[in-house]
């Protein structure tokens, strides 16, 4: 049987994919240069899930403009 650990340990840092936060804004659409603007502002702020779920957006916009950007 092995013994649990009772001390804190360094966290375990684990790589991103960068190709979630690559999306590219559809030239001249409003919606997509705001969630750029926003994925920005998370990224600088290390803001993982807010950067991810801008991407997303961008990539899924309602009007299809954004599918299979990257």
């Known amino acids: 049987m092995t013994d649990p650990t009772r001390y ?8 991103l994919d960068s190709w979630l936060y690559e999306a590219r804004p559809a030239p001249g659409c409003r919606v997509c240069t705001a969630l750029s603007a926003e994925r920005d502002t998370a990224l600088k702020a290390k803001d993982w899930r807010k950067a991810f779920e801008a991407s997303r957006e ?10 299979g950007r990257r």
């Open 8 to 15: 804190s340990q360094r966290p375990i840092e684990l790589p």
């Open 58 to 67: 961008i990539r899924s916009h309602p009007s299809g403009h954004g599918k």
